[in-house]
């Protein structure tokens, strides 16, 4: 078992260790890595939520340079084991020196020490519990066993968080037998214990939150540097919050004016004036959207009118076939219900040829008895392919190479349809 040292100083940036144990594995892409057991060590390994450590091992060469070793990954075992996967193995008994990515370090120490605080908050101001957290690469999050806060509740957590990280309270850590913690607990002086037997660490914000916890934190509140919550969204066990901390608040609030600068931008206004601009557009755009349809569906009128028209009845049937490539999809299957509503006696078949595979739709006036979707779906079927729809109105989509063998297909069933109408007559 390796000691940790990130146990009793989560500040420690380079370390010296032994190498006690070397596992060899094949990745996913098929190249060796190993795994190294060191006899002491301060790279955090994946729990509770927080991400594990990256960083390097340096040990003495052959040729006496330094061989430098990248830790790309840091798993524990089902034993209690750390293992730090690398790409070259090193020699059990060698002597090790370790460095920490210590940027990736203190960004997980703010974000975990800023849900610590940010939970405390969210139980103490709505008695919401946290039930679980997660440390992601950009932002962080937590659930909430509880319903959506109000807008002005959110707004209070966060700020009661960043008057305590202005504050700049103590963050101590301690050890205690697990008998003493459920004293704690039953006392209302613990949030919660994990599921285990033995020594349990405690992370304790001055005269505000105490809580087991075995991860990396800051040595007070300030060092968390301002906390950011994102946003909120219902999930199956209650609500997830979004939030970020330190840096990555900072990062956020650069990204989100350059969002509104650059936006502002494009419409030649300030800032400021986002809100009520994007309001009056979304107003008139959803007027023109009206407007626009109430056209297009003229214009279908106007134009089925006249495709009917031009087409004569022959045993029957008026039978209209086109093709469009300069028609949306929508279009046309408006256009091919109302050709097959503008005159007695029509059938329809459209397509759609603006993208491969070509969209095909089959209409019929309401005087004419064949199923639409029975028909378009047997000719399919044929084909291997698969669609259908009502006995009025039927779609179904057919690569550009067989729409010939499909569209002949259907007009062959139609007028089939149509002249057996004719004989029960």
């Known amino acids: 078992m390796s000691e940790r040292l990130y146990y009793s100083d989560s500040f420690l940036r380079r370390f010296t260790g032994a190498v006690t144990g070397v596992r060899e594995f094949t990745g996913s892409n098929g190249e060796p890595i190993w795994q190294l057991a060191l006899d002491r060590t301060a790279f955090y390994p994946t729990s509770g939520g927080q991400p594990f450590d990256t960083g390097q091992l340096s040990a003495p060469s052959l040729d006496g340079t330094a061989l430098k070793v990248p830790v790309e990954r840091v798993e524990e075992d089902e034993q209690g084991a750390v293992w730090h996967y690398v790409r070259k193995p090193l020699a059990a008994g060698i002597l090790v020196q370790g460095q920490i990515d210590w940027e990736r370090r203190f960004d997980h120490m703010q974000q975990h020490t800023g849900q610590h605080l940010l939970s405390a908050v969210f139980w103490r101001e709505l008695q919401a519990p946290t039930i679980s957290f997660h440390l992601g690469d950009s932002t962080s999050t937590i659930d909430l066993a509880s319903g959506p806060p109000a807008h002005q509740s959110l707004e209070r957590v966060e700020r009661i968080a960043n008057e305590i990280i202005g504050e700049d309270r103590q963050v101590t850590t301690r050890d205690m037998l697990r008998g003493e913690a459920e004293v704690m607990l039953a006392a209302g002086q613990l949030r919660k214990l994990p599921d285990r037997q033995g020594t349990i660490r405690l992370i304790d914000i001055a005269d505000y939150d105490k809580n087991a916890c075995g991860g990396t934190h800051v040595g007070s509140t300030g060092q968390i540097g301002g906390l950011q919550v994102r946003t909120v969204e219902r999930v199956s066990r209650g609500v997830r919050v979004e939030f970020v901390c330190g840096l990555r608040a900072v990062r956020a609030a650069r990204e989100d004016w350059a969002i509104l600068r650059e936006t502002a931008a494009l419409l030649s206004i300030g800032a400021t004036e986002l809100t009520p601009t994007v309001g009056r557009l979304l107003t008139e755009g959803k007027a023109n959207a009206r407007e626009h349809q109430k056209l297009r569906d003229e214009l279908a009128v106007l134009q089925a009118a006249k495709l009917a028209m031009d087409e004569p009845i022959e045993n029957g049937l008026r039978l209209v076939v086109r093709a469009w490539r300069d028609r949306d999809r929508d279009y046309v299957r408006l256009l091919a219900s109302r050709t097959a509503a ?29 199923n639409c979707g029975q028909i378009l779906r047997e000719a399919l079927a044929h084909l291997g392919l698969r669609g259908g729809g009502s006995p009025d109105l039927a779609q179904g989509e057919v690569s550009a190479e067989q729409e010939a063998a499909l569209r002949a297909s259907v007009s062959e069933a139609i007028c089939k349809a149509v002249a057996e109408e004719h004989k029960q007559q």
């Open 342 to 370: 503008a005159a007695p006696r029509t059938a329809v078949i459209f397509c759609a040829n603006d993208t491969d595979p070509v969209r095909m739709f089959v209409a019929r006036s309401s005087d004419l008895d064949f």
